[in-house]
């Protein structure tokens, strides 16, 4: 709509307009410059009210806490006596602390080595059940349930088969004729078995991964065969990239989450043996929970983030090339 | 060899029948192995003592020792255990439901200012590790006296959290058309009104999977629970679980057991509800488009 103004006339623009109509139930008003009518500060208290639960929280729980941390971060602090400023201290020593370093190498070859096979085995069973057979969805059922079960008791039961005198593993392994392992006492083994324990829990993700590869226009497969294309150039040329912002987003949350290993370590081998499982959370807590350190411990969460955030980014920069968006992502 | 038309489909069902075997055979050999530790657990569960060490490894234990149950479960107060994340869980469920409804409605039909700023910064709270509140929160709850008890695994993520589930329910509430809306304030329904009796009734598969997930979060919840309740008689499942595994060590028919009796609510549970598992999922993998 054309505005045109001069010096000595007013006009108003449909914003305007529409705050000065008069609302069934409203007095008229005096034609005045207002934004504010009844109607948007009744929208705005409306909304802020029924926000307010939630923003309480945020406020008390995540914002602040977050705000004393970072001051955190900078002081030595055990809970007894008052915190007592230190500077940078706490961030040079993150990088001289050879568990901080130990755990962070833990970490990334837990989560690198980790995510991308159990995404591939996700993938891979979700492609299965994609084919066109009946009972699918016992299989999903079923393939979804060791991912719900709580992680001590998953973790106990894994324990006690990968157990390396009485655990059925190496009854396996013996049965087939070759030397049983020490699996979790083992020094090169131990992050091994923990992602193999890790994919028995892969089904959320499968079932991503199948609703996406449901939604793929089946068009566009029977195009791909009608022009020639075999089962594995379907999959690579049609199929992947009509899925890959689901993967994408399934990698990024593996990494992020499996970045924050915890309780199976904790369980299983308490970062053990010879701290070769000692992940950056569990050393985290260690030195918050035990040692009461909490400012270094703060400083070591802020690690995390940074990290975790440069992941992220770097993940979502590189997406670019890969991600196929059929809509553009809003 | 002439080809016939018959003969080409002939060939064609053979491969196919061939592959949908292949295909099952797959599913079901991954199955067996994704259910295996279950049945390993309950195996070992029922074995008297000393049976689980035998090889080669016996499936079905002979004698059957019921009697492993009610040893691992009196040895620690499991009852109490049971009680607690029973309570914990549900408080969780119920305050989510109620306040991430209302938070997804302010988002999804109220219009007000700086709802797309708050939006985001929800979403930018599901992207946080939770270590950063961790050691603050700690703090704040052992100021407040709220360390040893159900405090601290409720409030904090009823309120403030639950960013995963404003979302589902948002993304949810924004499909739902605006008309039933517009015909309700005709009549003369404010925002409560329209939120309690038009969105609810009709967003119940969200607030159901919503309910779900919640349950399997906080019946499962460990790292909280482990930092927050220090006595007996608060804690949960799963740190009684562990206490157990610290003090029975070897005994691995008697660990097997308590395991199971973990394990087995959230199963019955899932089998329950497992339409609302499932589609949830999906629902909110796919509707971040």
């Given at each position: 709509m054309v505005k045109r103004r001069t010096a000595d006339e007013r006009s108003i623009s449909t914003d305007e307009a529409a705050s000065l109509a008069v609302a069934p139930g409203e007095s008229a008003r005096p034609m005045r410059r207002r934004r504010l009518s009844r109607r948007t500060i009744r929208e705005n208290v409306?909304?802020?009210?029924?926000?307010?639960?939630?923003?309480?929280?945020?406020?008390?729980?995540?914002?602040?806490?977050?705000?004393v941390s970072i001051y955190l971060s900078f002081t030595r602090y055990n809970l007894f006596k008052p915190p007592v400023w230190q500077g940078l201290v706490n961030y040079r020593e993150l990088f001289l602390d050879e568990l901080v370093l130990k755990s962070l190498a833990n970490t990334s070859y837990y989560t690198f080595i980790g995510v991308p096979i159990y995404t591939v085995v996700a993938l891979g069973v979700a492609v299965l059940l994609n084919q066109k057979v009946r009972g699918i969805s016992i299989f999903r059922t079923i393939y979804y349930l060791p991912a719900?079960?709580?992680?001590?008791?998953?973790?106990?039961?894994?324990m006690w088969i990968f157990n390396p005198d009485f655990g059925l593993a190496n009854m396996l392994l013996k049965g087939l004729g070759l030397p049983p392992q020490r699996w979790l006492y083992d020094i090169q083994q131990a992050k091994?078995?923990?992602?193999?324990?890790?994919?028995?829990?892969?089904?959320?993700?499968?079932v991503l991964f199948l609703a996406a590869l449901q939604n793929v226009p089946k068009e566009l497969t029977e195009a791909a065969y009608i022009d020639g294309a075999n089962a594995w150039q379907r999959f690579v040329h049609v199929t992947f990239p009509m899925i890959s912002p689901v993967t994408f987003l399934n990698m990024i949350n593996g990494f992020i989450a499996s970045f924050q290993i915890f309780t199976p370590a904790y369980i299983a081998t308490s970062g053990g043996p010879a701290n070769a499982t000692?992940?950056?959370?569990?050393?985290?807590?260690?030195?918050?929970?035990?040692?009461?350190?909490?400012?270094?411990?703060?400083a070591m969460a802020w690690l995390l983030f940074f990290i975790i955030l440069v992941l992220t980014l770097l993940q979502i920069y590189l997406s670019r090339r890969w991600v196929y968006y059929e809509v553009a992502p809003d | 060899m002439v080809e016939t038309a018959g003969g080409a489909r002939r060939q064609a069902h053979f491969r196919?029948?061939?592959?949908?075997?292949?295909?099952?055979?797959?599913?079901?050999?991954?199955?067996?192995?994704?259910?295996?530790?279950?049945?390993w657990m309950v195996s070992t569960a029922l074995k008297a003592r000393g049976a689980e060490f035998t090889y080669p490894p016996q499936w079905v234990p002979d004698p059957v020792k019921w009697g492993n149950f009610r040893e691992a479960l009196t040895s620690l107060p499991f009852h109490l255990f049971f009680r607690n994340t029973l309570t914990i869980t549900?408080?969780?469920?119920?305050?989510?439901?109620?306040?991430?409804?209302?938070?997804?409605?302010?988002?999804a039909r109220v219009n007000f200012f700086g709802r797309k700023f708050w939006f985001r910064v929800v979403l930018a709270t599901m992207m946080l590790p939770s270590v950063i509140t961790m050691v603050p929160n700690y703090i704040i709850m052992t100021k407040l006296n709220w360390v040893d008890t159900?405090?601290?695994?409720?409030?904090?993520?009823?309120?403030?959290?639950?960013?995963?589930?404003?979302?589902?329910?948002?993304?949810?509430?924004?499909?739902?058309?605006r008309e039933l809306d517009e015909a309700a304030r005709m009549d003369g329904a404010g925002h409560l009104r329209i939120l309690f009796q038009i969105i609810l009734p009709l967003a119940k598969p969200a607030l159901a999977s919503v309910a779900v997930?919640?349950?399997?979060?906080?019946?499962?919840?460990?790292l909280y629970a482990l930092i927050y309740l220090d006595s007996m008689e608060k804690k949960t499942l799963s740190i009684g679980l562990r206490l157990f595994q610290t003090q029975y060590v070897t005994r691995w028919n008697l660990m097997m057991a308590a395991s199971t009796v973990v394990v087995l609510p959230v199963i019955a549970m899932f089998f329950f509800a497992q339409k609302y598992f499932v589609e949830g999922v999906a629902l909110t993998g796919l509707s971040g488009r």
């Open positions: 409306a909304g802020y009210l029924f926000l307010l639960p939630w923003l309480a929280g945020f406020l008390a729980w995540l914002a602040i806490p977050m705000g719900i079960v709580p992680a001590v008791a998953g973790t106990l039961i894994w091994a078995v923990l992602i193999f324990m890790s994919i028995w829990g892969m089904g959320p993700t499968m000692l992940f950056y959370v569990l050393y985290l807590f260690r030195v918050a929970i035990q040692y009461l350190d909490f400012g270094f411990a703060a | 196919n029948g061939i592959r949908t075997l292949v295909v099952y055979v797959l599913m079901i050999a991954l199955a067996v192995a994704m259910m295996l530790p279950f049945v549900l408080a969780n469920v119920v305050g989510t439901l109620i306040v991430a409804s209302m938070s997804a409605y302010a988002f159900f405090l601290p695994l409720t409030v904090p993520s009823i309120l403030g959290g639950g960013a995963f589930y404003i979302f589902i329910l948002r993304q949810f509430f924004a499909g739902i058309p997930l919640s349950f399997i979060a906080n019946w499962n919840e460990f």
